[in-house]
Structure formats: structure tokens, C-alpha cells
């Protein structure tokens, strides 16, 4: 899977970005079929810190998102409303094969 990281006001350690890499990787491991992600990292003017992801999957895009004050703690919430959504669409695709 191809990852993409975007971070917007200001710029993001390379510790942020590898932590922001290995947990969107973890999602192939449910669903193998992820062609690529975007995570876009910002922060605004009232010390918020946003995750944004989008997953790329065959014939559909995943999207989540998630603030709170801290990067960390928004990446691992953003990834597990990615993980929900990756195993509905798992889920989808096996009923209908």
C-alpha cells in the first residue's frame, strides 16, 4: 500500500509521520486489497489537531477523520474508524460473492 502524508500549518516531525505510517499500514492486514492513502495531518488557530485519512480500496473510497488535542491520539482514533469501515466493506464484498 502506498502511503501519503500531508501536514498543513505547520511541519510534522518524522517521528509523527512514521507513527501515522505504521498505523494506517496495519489496516492491510484486514483487508489486503487497499490500493493506496492519503493522510492529511492539521492543526488550527485553537491548538486542535486533526487526522484525516482516505483509503483507496477497488471501486470505492474510505474516508475518516478525527480531532482532539493531541496528534497521537487522533491518528489511533481516525485508524480505528478506518478499521470499522475497512471490515463493513470486507464484510460487503463476501456476501456478495
Do not use: W
Amino acid at each position: 500500500m502506498k502511503t501519503t502524508i500531508t501536514s498543513r500549518h505547520f511541519k510534522a516531525s518524522e517521528k509523527l509521520t512514521g507513527y501515522a505510517t505504521t498505523e494506517v499500514e496495519r489496516l492491510s492486514k484486514f483487508f489486503p486489497g487497499i490500493v493506496d492513502c492519503e493522510v492529511i495531518l492539521s492543526y488550527d488557530v485553537h491548538q486542535n489537531k486533526t487526522a484525516e485519512a482516505s483509503l483507496n480500496v477497488p471501486g470505492d473510497t474510505i474516508v475518516a477523520s478525527e480531532t482532539s488535542e493531541d496528534f497521537y491520539k487522533s491518528i489511533d482514533q481516525m485508524v480505528g474508524k478506518l478499521e470499522v469501515q475497512v471490515r463493513r466493506y470486507k464484510d460487503k464484498l463476501k456476501k456478495k460473492h
